[in-house]
């Protein structure tokens, strides 16, 4: 079972930036992709990036191109999220997630073997 831990979230001013880390805690991980979701207080779950594991292809959410970078490091197990330019919608719980095998689509959090507990961006006008 793979557990995944974020870490990074915090108050953050409008126009500031977090970088968001995740985890993976198996010594033989092996994903085919990760990605990040956020859900904001009386809204749904949104997808927000995913990259694959091994080639590294990144798919964004339109409300945050150009803004965040995700990124990962294999020989640490973790994936990262830049997020710059932030704005007070950008305030959620942030989750990343992981994926073991090939999926046509990876934008629905259906779509994700992993989760993990979330850390708090908030983000002040």
């Known amino acids: 079972q793979v557990q995944l831990v974020e870490s990074g979230g915090g108050l953050v001013q409008a126009g500031g930036s977090l970088r968001l880390s995740c985890a993976a805690s198996e010594r033989t991980f092996s994903v085919y992709a990760m990605g990040w979701f956020r859900q904001a207080p009386g809204k749904e779950r949104e997808f927000v990036a995913v990259?694959?594991?091994?080639?590294?292809?990144?798919y964004y959410a339109d409300s945050v191109m150009g803004r965040f970078t995700i990124s990962r490091d294999s020989a640490k197990r973790t994936m990262y999220l830049q997020m710059n330019s932030l704005t007070p919608e950008d305030t959620a719980v942030y989750y990343c997630?992981?994926?073991?095998?090939?999926?046509?689509?990876?934008?629905?959090?259906?779509?994700?073997?992993?989760w993990g507990q979330g850390t708090q961006v908030t983000v002040s006008s």
């Open positions: 997630a992981a994926v073991r095998n090939p999926r046509p689509t990876l934008l629905s959090g259906n779509d994700y073997d992993y």
């Open positions: 990259s694959g594991w091994s080639g590294g292809r990144t």
